[in-house]
């Protein structure tokens, strides 16, 4: 790493950087976000990671006053950086959490080899080490954010015993659970557990709510005072979760029901995903040029779940959003499971691949679905369950596409969109369209194609500007 860059970026505590750098200062024994408030150290103290698990195993730890744990991740493009991501991702999700390496890397597709290779050379440590500090850093999360027991904690972290979790953060931080936990204010209110995600600068929250509130699934999802509301179900547990701004610059504030503890982990990593906190704002909106002009903090809303978003998109197939969304609900008030929240607009989960793939299209296209799609829906809801098909940001996005063009009624705008929201994939581009077509000036999608060469590797971002650029001149 160029270690006057680095500084620079230190010295003026620049957002752009937050998460894509860790300083550690060898006077403190400390690592920092580039954004810390704390005085900035002198040159020759400072030493650069690309990773906080780098920074841990060069023996530091985690600033108490910037909290690591809560900077924002990285969006990667190129081919050894996406393999990278995907494997954070899956760590982020509980991936080697009673797993191997090996099978992670058979999940996506690779060897165990070369999956330690990509991601020593985009972290700075082996896949088990940034596993071991992610957990910790969960844990810390945790212990500052909630009032959960420390046992709970440690489970909910991803370790599989207490005396390892106690042992592996004393000999990491230099301290005992309780005694963070002596350190830490936590929110104080019953029944829920609260934590904050960090993004960088600037973030168009308005519009990212406006979009997900057009599509908003009834009964599973809902946007309600500023904030983006939904059911949850990852294994066996069963909840919601609320996702709003926070008073702490940058931040997000992230509030779920207490049943959800067993699985925070893979919840948060979910409403990074709908609220793209991986992305780099100030490089995208550089990339795009004039188009990004006006409003650079412009996202990409993601999916908490890709099955639910998949359907979502063979129902938006030639119909208004609106009509898509009232036939969402149906599906899930006939086909999803109720849950308890406190919120009368959530009384459903949205019916998972597995749940769906046991129907009959008839029983699909009794909730007013037309044949045709509740067909696709079906076959969609196989593939997925029987493996042929994953819709998760660490599925190899060129096999996806051609695996879902496969599928019935399922064609390039319905594949584009899903590689776009449920893959996590920014290149991703729907050029047929009709919106784009429009803000384009166009009838010819081919067209729209070769004008959207311009944006890569960024074009997913590129056509968000397009959609909104139609709503400003209605």
């Known amino acids: 790493m160029d270690r006057e860059g680095c500084y620079k970026a230190l010295r003026s505590r620049d957002s752009r950087f937050d998460g894509v750098l860790y300083v550690g200062v060898a006077t403190t024994g400390i690592y920092c976000r580039p954004v ?15 990773s906080a698990a780098a920074a841990e195993r060069a023996g530091f730890r985690p600033c108490l006053r910037c909290r690591p744990e809560l900077a924002p991740g990285n969006a990667r493009v190129d081919s050894v950086g996406r393999l990278a991501a995907a494997a954070a991702s899956s760590i982020e999700d509980g991936a080697l959490t009673g797993s191997s390496v090996a099978a992670m890397a058979a999940g996506l597709g690779v060897t165990d080899r070369h999956l330690r290779r990509a991601v020593e050379r985009e972290f700075g440590v082996s896949p088990v080490a940034l596993a071991q500090t992610h957990r910790l850093l969960t844990a810390k999360r945790l212990l500052t954010d909630t009032r959960l027991p420390v046992t709970e904690v440690a489970f909910a972290s991803g370790f599989s015993s207490l005396r390892r979790f106690n042992a592996l953060f004393r000999e990491r931080y230099r301290m005992n659970p309780t005694d963070l936990r002596r350190r830490s204010e936590p ?13 960088r600068p600037p973030m168009d929250w308005e519009s990212l709510l406006h979009f997900l509130s057009r599509r908003a699934t009834a009964c599973v999802e809902v946007v309600e005072e500023g904030r983006y ?6 294994g066996s547990a ?32 979910g409403v990074k ?11 995208i909106a550089a990339h795009l040029g004039e188009i990004a002009g006006t409003n650079p903090g412009l996202r990409v809303p993601g999916a908490f779940d890709g099955f639910e978003l998949a359907v979502r998109a063979i129902l938006g197939q030639q119909v208004s959003v609106q009509a898509a969304t009232t036939l969402a609900g149906r599906l899930a008030r006939a086909f999803g499971e109720p849950v308890d929240t406190p919120r009368q607009s959530l009384t459903h989960l949205m019916p998972d ?7 009959d299209s008839s029983m699909i296209a009794a909730t007013g679905v037309v044949t045709a799609r509740a067909q696709s829906i079906l076959a969609l809801a196989r593939a997925v369950s029987e493996g042929a098909v994953c819709l998760s940001p660490r599925a190899d996005v060129d096999k996806t596409i051609i695996a879902l063009k496969q599928l019935p009624g399922i064609g390039e705008w319905t594949a584009q969109y899903i590689a776009m ?18 803000a384009l000036g166009t009838r010819n999608p081919r067209e729209s194609l070769e004008r959207a060469e311009q944006w890569r590797p960024w074009r997913a971002y590129a056509a968000m500007h397009l ?3 139609l709503e400003e001149t209605k």
């Open 421 to 438: 929201r449920a893959l996590g994939w920014p290149d991703a581009f729907p050029h047929t369209d009709l919106g784009i077509l429009k």
């Open 229 to 234: 509301l939904r059911t949850v179900a990852i």
């Open 36 to 50: 810390c408030p704390a005085r900035t150290p002198k040159p020759e103290n400072c030493a650069f990671y690309p």
């Open 467 to 469: 959609w909104k650029s």
């Open 187 to 199: 929110d104080p209110r019953p029944q829920t557990l609260v934590c904050e995600i960090a993004y």
């Open 273 to 283: 995903r709908v609220c793209d906190v991986s992305a780099n704002p100030a490089r």
């Open 238 to 269: 069963r909840g919601w979760v609320a996702v709003g701004p926070s008073n702490r610059a940058n931040t997000l504030r992230v509030e779920m029901s207490e049943s959800l503890a067993p699985k925070m982990v893979p919840v948060i990593a």
């Open 353 to 359: 691949a597995s749940v769906v793939a046991g129907l």
